[in-house]
Every structure is written in structure tokens, then in C-alpha cells.
């Protein structure tokens, strides 16, 4: 049973206001083949939302009618929903930038075989966690036997040149610290990682990216039942850079649920914030046009000074790197 979560949706969190619109993020579920302390979805293999075919199309339609140029996918894992490689190639015939936020090792699942080349194939930049180089820290977040199952994916992936240079094939790893503390600095923590991958088990991939644990969810759940989310929110407001505000993600990106409905952040959606518009107090995808959003003010809570403590964070890692 989950503890209780405080409402994080009154805030002195700074306005921020949309600018263009550039990167479509696409929840595709929430069911997961792992059940990760740090998830901030409550991901796992019981959850039954999935996008269907209606709200994918719709999900297409944007994409042609819009200015964004990025799909990213995510989850829950992408690749379960059975129409995710329909997605990837529709957002491919149109030359869009694609990324997968994939845990690894849902690539060794069955019925996922071919899913890794399918990647390759059509040049799918990967994003894939792994909260540290150590085996008992991964397993432990988790879960026992993760940290080899990822092994196993990454070497799968450089066989078919992800990581590889010149290959043109990206694949970037995400660190999430192991609790309720800021990550560290993201170059120096890329070279440890890179020297003990690569040293120990062969592997290499492009960059690393580091992201705060956000209090929402399963990791929120977490800080409650052990007495620590006031002291983490405290951290968060503490460390909060007002130099981070202009690079925080939700300016140029939209997260839109399995249902279709628009968020200007996945921990939004997480939270159920969504995008408000014109009097609309929840704007399904197949209503947005285009320029909609430009100008418009992205809600904001108190999860927020996550993205803007310390170095900074966002999907894309440390801000300003």
C-alpha cells in the first residue's frame, strides 16, 4: 500500500510561459515489465492503460499539423503497447527526431526479440536507465537481476552499433540518485560511468543523463512512509536557480497520456495538472492546434523546484550541458 501523498498543486513556484512548441513526448502506458522504486508512474506489470489505436491517430495527425519536430516516447515501457512501432514509423516516414525511453531490459522480454533492431533500423535515438554503473545499487532499485538483464540489453544494442562512433546510432543512459538527494555534477559522473562500463564489461554508449527524483508517486509514496518528503521538498526549494528557469523542458515540449489528453510536463500528467487553455480545463489532443500554446501559462507546483534545483533537470539531463 502506498503512503499518502501531500496535494502539490498550489505553489510560489515562478511563472514560466510557453515558447514554440517543438518536442511531442507520448505516454504509450503504463504497464512496465519492472516496478522501479525511483518511478515516478507507478509503472508495473499489473497496469492496464495503453493507447489505442483512435488516440494514436490523433497523436499522427498532430504530428503533421504541428510545428514539432521530436517524438519521445515513454511509459510505462513504449515498446509493450502493440502499436509502438506503428507510431515510430509514421513519426519516421515524416522525418521527425525519435527517441524511446526504454528500460532495457524489456528488450530481452518475449515477443520483444526484435524490437532492438527494429530501432536500428529506423535510427531511433535510445534513452535507456540505468540509476548506476554498480550492481547492487541497480538491483536494488530495481530489482535482483536487473542490473545483468541491462547488461545483456547494451551489449545486444552495441552489436548493432548503438553507441558505437560513427555509427550514428545514439544510445544515452539516465542516472537517478538512490534517494532523496540532488544527482551530482553530469560530466564528471559520465566519465565514471564510461570508465567502468567499459573497462569491467565492454560497453559503450554516447552521454549520460542525470535526473532528480521527482516527489510524486512511487518515489513520493516512498519519502512519506519514511518521514523524509518535507525534508526533501525543503532540499529542492533550497537548491532552486532561478538561472535554470529558461531551460526547463515544458517550455518547448507537451506530454499527452494514453488517453490523449495534454500535459505541459509528464510529472503534470502524473499528477493529473493538465495543459489548460482558453477556458478548457482539459484539452484532449485531437483539439490542440498548432500554435495554440504559444504564450500560454504552463501550470506549475511545487514538484517543479525539481527542475530547477541544483544544476537543473529535464528529460534531456542536466540543463545547460
Known amino acids: 500500500m502506498h503512503a499518502t501523498l ?21 505516454n504509450l502506458g503504463y504497464k512496465c515489465n519492472q516496478s522501479c522504486l525511483h518511478c515516478h508512474v507507478n509503472a508495473g506489470p499489473n497496469r492496464t492503460e495503453m493507447m489505442n489505436r483512435e488516440t494514436l491517430e490523433a497523436v499522427i495527425r498532430f504530428m503533421d499539423e504541428s510545428t514539432v519536430t521530436t517524438l519521445d516516447m515513454t511509459g510505462g515501457a513504449p515498446e509493450i503497447n502493440p502499436l509502438f512501432r506503428t507510431l515510430v514509423s509514421a513519426a519516421r516516414a515524416r522525418g521527425m527526431n525519435i527517441i524511446d525511453r526504454c528500460n532495457l531490459t524489456v528488450l530481452l522480454e518475449p515477443g520483444q526479440q526484435g524490437t532492438a533492431g527494429f530501432l536500428a533500423g529506423n535510427r531511433v535515438r535510445i534513452v535507456a536507465s540505468m540509476p548506476c554503473y554498480l550492481k547492487d545499487n ?13 547488461l545483456e540489453a547494451l551489449r545486444l544494442l552495441n552489436k548493432l552499433g548503438y553507441g558505437q562512433a560513427g555509427s550514428g546510432l545514439e544510445l544515452d543512459l539516465v542516472f537517478n540518485p538512490q534517494g532523496a538527494v540532488l544527482p551530482p555534477h553530469q560530466q564528471a559522473l559520465e566519465r565514471d560511468y564510461k570508465t567502468h562500463l567499459e573497462e569491467i564489461y565492454g560497453i559503450c554508449f554516447n552521454q ?5 527524483n521527482m516527489p510524486i508517486k512511487r518515489f513520493g509514496s516512498t519519502l512519506v512512509s519514511q518521514g523524509k518528503f518535507d525534508a526533501y521538498m525543503a532540499l529542492l526549494r533550497a537548491a532552486h536557480q532561478d538561472e535554470n528557469l529558461p531551460a526547463v523542458m515544458c517550455q518547448s515540449l507537451i506530454s499527452i497520456d494514453w488517453q490523449g489528453y495534454v500535459y505541459d510536463c509528464d510529472f503534470n500528467q502524473m499528477l493529473d495538472l493538465p495543459t489548460q487553455l482558453e477556458g478548457k480545463t482539459r484539452l484532449h489532443i485531437s483539439e490542440l492546434q498548432a500554435d495554440d500554446l504559444t504564450g500560454n501559462p504552463i501550470r506549475v507546483a511545487d514538484h517543479c523546484y525539481g527542475c530547477t534545483a541544483g544544476q537543473g533537470s529535464s528529460c534531456g539531463g542536466e540543463l545547460g550541458v
Open 6 to 26: 501531500p496535494l502539490l498543486t498550489e505553489s510560489d513556484f515562478p511563472d514560466i510561459r510557453r515558447s514554440r512548441l517543438e518536442t511531442l513526448q507520448v
Open 138 to 150: 541497480v538491483d536494488k532499485q530495481r530489482g535482483e537481476g536487473t542490473f545483468e538483464a541491462s
Open 208 to 212: 549520460l543523463l542525470t535526473l532528480t
